[in-house]
């Protein structure tokens, strides 16, 4: 895949076309089967590395938000996959004061949204867990939601989208935020020290920080964790906006899954870069405006993946 080269801001902070990439190539597979039957099709293809108590990390949005994951299709997963009928979904308490801010408010948001069909662990509802990132150059462990270690394994079901801060929301983003607490890991990731302003720390420093706290989770499941991008209902706004979220207006695109978190989120940036310009504007607008490319860089740079990879067509 191709598309323009472009650079902000620091180095590092850039579209690459395909064809300028070096290094292996990993897996990715692909699906433009927007339903349950092209979930379950596509996890099929991952589902290997899934084994003893498995944690389903979603982002469950906030209440009534309208563009989160069909709790249906992973409630379908769940009840035809047999490594997932004991699984549970998981989730931290957001940072931000709102529906998910504590475990009574976030519990009653999950009801909401339909979250009910399954377990759904709060992982730092009783605490928090420190583990260690390695190589990473702004912090050398990350505090999360103490549950997290009692899981096994850990499939990364992420709904793509945009985001205020991060530019884009992927796989990196729904661990690098969504397993870190909500207190103290987020507070480390969002504030510079000795700051007033909770989300002081932007633009690369953020997408760096995010990313060194994906390291922990990843390097922890090591072996046994995956990841599914759903491109679907694409706004410019996370789901953690809500009914506040802009309108959609990028066309959808399918499933993408891989074991490799940097190709599946580096797969779905060049689907989105490969659009047309009038519709992919508005979101490329939105990740290059908040430098966001910077997660796929970073990843690369600690070696957590490939930014090359043979797509498979599931279709």
């Known amino acids: 895949m191709s598309g323009r080269k472009l650079t902000i801001g620091k180095p590092g902070n850039i579209y690459i076309p395909y064809e300028e990439r070096t290094g292996e190539e990993s897996v990715v597979y692909f699906t433009r089967d927007l339903s349950a039957e092209g979930l379950k099709k596509i996890y099929e293809k991952v589902r290997g590395r899934m084994?003893?108590?498995?944690?389903?990390?979603?982002?469950?949005?906030?209440?009534?938000?309208p563009n989160i994951i069909p709790h249906d299709w992973v409630k379908a997963l769940f009840e035809t996959e047999p490594e997932l009928k004991n699984a549970a979904i998981v989730e931290t308490n957001?940072?931000?004061?709102?529906?998910?801010?504590?475990?009574?408010?976030?519990?009653?948001?999950?009801?909401v949204n339909g979250w009910t069909f399954c377990p759904v662990d709060i992982m730092d509802e009783e605490g928090t867990v420190l583990l260690p990132i390695k190589g990473g150059k702004w912090m050398k462990e990350m505090?999360?939601?103490s549950h997290m270690t009692n899981y096994d394994s850990l499939l990364v079901l992420t709904h793509f989208k945009g985001h205020q801060m991060g530019g884009f929301g992927g796989s990196n983003k729904n661990i690098g935020i969504g397993c870190a607490d909500g207190r103290i890991g987020k507070d480390w990731i969002h504030r510079k020290a000795g700051s007033d302003n909770m989300w002081s720390i932007a633009q690369e420093e953020l997408m760096e920080r995010i990313t060194e706290s994906t390291k922990a989770t990843v390097d922890y499941f090591g072996e046994h964790i995956t990841y599914i991008n759903v491109m679907q209902n694409m706004s410019v706004s996370c789901d953690c906006e809500g009914v506040a979220a802009a309108p959609v207006v990028t066309p959808d695109v399918g499933i993408v899954a891989s074991d490799d978190i940097l190709a599946v989120d580096q797969a779905c940036i060049d689907l989105l870069y490969a659009m047309k310009p009038e519709d992919n504007k508005a979101l490329v607008e939105r990740i290059e405006t908040r430098h966001g490319l910077r997660q796929l860089s970073y990843m690369k740079e600690l070696?957590?993946?490939?930014?090359?990879?043979?797509?498979?067509?599931?279709?």
């Not at 084994?51 to 938000?65: A, D, F, S, W």
């Not at 070696?303 to 279709?315: E, F, T």
Request: hydrophobic share 20%.
């Open 94 to 111: 957001t940072y931000y004061q709102g529906d998910r801010y504590t475990t009574e408010l976030h519990r009653e948001t999950l009801k």
């Open 143 to 145: 505090s999360h939601g």
């Open 303 to 315: 070696g957590m993946g490939n930014d090359r990879y043979k797509l498979i067509d599931l279709d």
């Open 51 to 65: 084994q003893g108590r498995i944690g389903v990390k979603l982002h469950t949005g906030e209440k009534n938000g």
